[in-house]
């Protein structure tokens, strides 16, 4: 999503004068440890490089995962938001917004409950809003396109 900025030459003319002055070691040493120091000075998570990969495509195309699941008779929202419920506290990508740093991305928890997260994060449309599977697809499509702010948490659920 972010083009090569000043910080990427920056940090490329540093690693390439620890190259020339004092060797590979040094440059590898720096290269794969200088985001964590950050983290840790900054109080943030290292994002792993796997996840990092989800935000390297156009500027004007951003492209979110998306799945439509129909679920049997007897769920109803209030279990839904129990389950979502058990599952935001024991992780801390479900509770974290995106911070960028030298353009490297971290996360960072949110100072927000976790009911505020699910109800923040989990929206019920209203009914009669996705009657046939053509309105689902409508939906996905406009959905699938549209940027996720990285002052939130990646997720986000239409019930």
Do not use: C
Not at 135 to 157: N, S
């Amino acid at each position: 999503m972010h083009e090569v900025t000043l910080t990427v030459v920056i940090k490329s003319a540093v690693l390439l004068a620890i190259f020339s002055t004092q060797g590979i070691y040094v440059s590898l040493v720096v290269l794969l440890a200088y985001r964590y120091v950050v983290a840790l000075a900054l109080g943030v998570t290292v994002m792993p490089l796997m996840d990092m990969g989800t935000f390297f495509s156009l500027r004007k195309a951003p492209l979110n995962i998306m799945a439509s699941v129909t679920f049997t008779k007897g769920t109803t929202t209030e279990k839904l938001f129990a389950a979502y419920g058990q599952v935001v506290p024991n992780h801390y990508k479900m509770k974290s917004k995106v911070r960028v740093v030298l353009g490297d991305y971290y996360y960072e928890k949110l100072d927000e409950s976790n009911e505020q997260i699910l109800e923040n994060q989990m929206k019920v449309l209203p009914k009669g809003t996705l009657k046939t599977w053509g309105d689902v697809e409508k939906f996905m499509a406009v959905e699938l396109g549209t940027e996720m702010p990285l002052d939130r948490p990646q997720w986000r659920v239409w019930l």
